[in-house]
């Protein structure tokens, strides 16, 4: 049994989008991660109350610290080729800019809130 878990600090691009399936809702949204010189999109399905949390509070551009667990799903275009997407099942999402708290509480996993300075940001 292998298990694996990472770590990814990017900003909402797009609104997040509530799904179904399985009889289960949950919470989907593209994710930038910048590394100076390049971006790698994510597709990040969050589930349960942070799904709920994180339709309500988060829009486009919105920072975020996802931790879960990376997969990726292939497909073959209409020309044949193969094609990939990464995506992220998280665990946890705290909120780090923008947007407005959650009610009660700072972020959607549980942990606290913070705005972090320009030299924390890795696509400053």
Known sequence: MSYQKTTVIGNLG???EKK???DKAFAVFPLAANDRDEVTWFDVLVFGKQAETVLQYKKKGDQVHVEGRIGIDTWKSDDGEA???LKIFADRVTFLSSGEKAAGGSDAGGGATRTPADDDIPFA
């Open 83 to 85: 094609r990939g997407k």
């Open 14 to 16: 797009a609104n997040p």
């Open 20 to 22: 179904t399936g399985n």
